[in-house]
């Protein structure tokens, strides 16, 4: 009843509580093969690898899945072609003589010097406005029934 109150404003003993379909997760991701490398699309040559590029977990869409997945499935994604991609990076490795270079010696306090900048940055628009904004218009245009008309803006 307390979180009717705070995200719907409405007193669950005397009122009914809203309910609105929405996502509660995302499917897909990253188009890979199965071994978790990269996989991108040209007109002039169709779906091809990018080499050196990997994704696995719930980052990558392997498309085992279909259109939906109970939430302990995905441990399929995480384990079973999470370990395929380390060992295909391995094998890459193994084929390259190429050493990486070393990070400077203030690579970690550059990076979160980076993040900060994103997070303090000024600008016209609020990051939860910004949201709002994209939230509203996925559910309007977006939702559990869709049509093409709609999904082209």
Known sequence: METAKIFAGVDATKEP???IPTVHYNMGGIPT???GQVITFSHSEGD???PGLFACGE???HSVHGANRLGANSL???VV???ACANNI???AKLTNSKLPDLPPNA???TLANVDKMRFAKGDIYTGALRLKMQKTMQKHAAVFRRGDILQV
Do not use: I, N, S
């Open 17 to 19: 509580v809203p309910v």
């Open 33 to 35: 093969d199965y071994k």
């Open 48 to 50: 091809r690898l990018v």
């Open 59 to 61: 980052t990558a869409a």
């Open 76 to 78: 399929l994604d995480t």
């Open 81 to 83: 072609f999470g370990r």
């Open 90 to 92: 391995l094998e890459q």
């Open 108 to 110: 970690g306090e550059a």
